[in-house]
């Protein structure tokens, strides 16, 4: 009988440190396998190089924009861009010009 008694002292004595270990590979297996652990680091590494070469597309492009933005300032407009946008929109051409086409 001296046994029987013995068990579940036992038992409960092993269930607290069982349980914190448990939780202690959860959060472990998390912070290695998880959408934010190490391992996706790598992912994320090429993912974020992806995103510079697209960001230094998209400041070039912007950039041209800006420069054709200030070509066709009010107050000061270029007159290459507007004869050529002229002619692009309107389907606008002088008298004395031949008109090629491309295709």
Request: proline letters at 6%; zero cysteines.
């Amino acid at each position: 009988m001296v046994r029987s008694n013995r068990k579940p002292e036992y038992v409960k004595s092993v269930i607290g440190p069982a349980l914190a270990l448990v939780a202690l590979l959860g959060i472990a297996s998390y912070a290695l396998l998880g959408p934010t652990g190490i391992i996706a680091w790598t992912d994320y590494r090429a993912a974020l190089s992806e995103r510079k070469i697209e960001l230094a597309k998209l400041q070039k492009e912007r950039d041209a924009l800006r420069n054709r933005q200030l070509l066709l300032d009010r107050d000061n407009v270029d007159p290459d861009l507007a004869g050529e946008l002229m002619r692009k929109e309107l389907n606008v051409v002088a008298p004395d010009e031949v008109v090629v086409p491309l295709k």
